[in-house]
């Protein structure tokens, strides 16, 4: 019964940032996992980041650094601010929740981040 709406996805040049939001609706929002992951063209989707309820992290080696990834449990929402752009972070980026209690996988619609070289 989870449903998520990504935003915030555009085109910037190298070195700029964007910042993406993930907003959740329906079940309970300490119960997910959320994550985000992107899939470039021609390639397979990847994880970018993860985060517990409790704030434990993980991110893809390549983003360390520069990405961060947070949530507010009270607005069941999900971020991910993306600093130092570079052209092979060009994607469409996926919200994802993962429910604990349930091991039910949910995905948002995507939203395109495309920089520039």
């Known amino acids: 019964q989870v449903q998520l709406v990504e935003s915030g996805g555009g085109l910037v040049q190298t070195g700029g940032s964007l910042r993406l939001s993930c907003a959740a609706s329906g079940g309970i929002f300490t119960f997910l996992r959320m994550g985000w992951y992107r899939q470039a063209q021609g390639k397979q989707r990847e994880l970018v980041a993860h985060i517990t309820s409790g704030g434990t992290t993980n991110y893809v080696d390549s983003v360390k650094g520069r990405f961060t990834i947070s949530r507010n449990n009270a607005e069941k929402t999900v971020y991910l601010q993306m600093n130092s752009l570079k052209p092979e972070d060009t994607a469409v980026y996926y919200c994802?929740?993962?429910?604990?209690?349930?091991?039910?996988?949910?995905w948002g619609q995507g939203t395109q981040v495309t920089v520039s070289s």
């Open positions: 994802n929740a993962y429910n604990l209690i349930s091991t039910t996988t949910y």
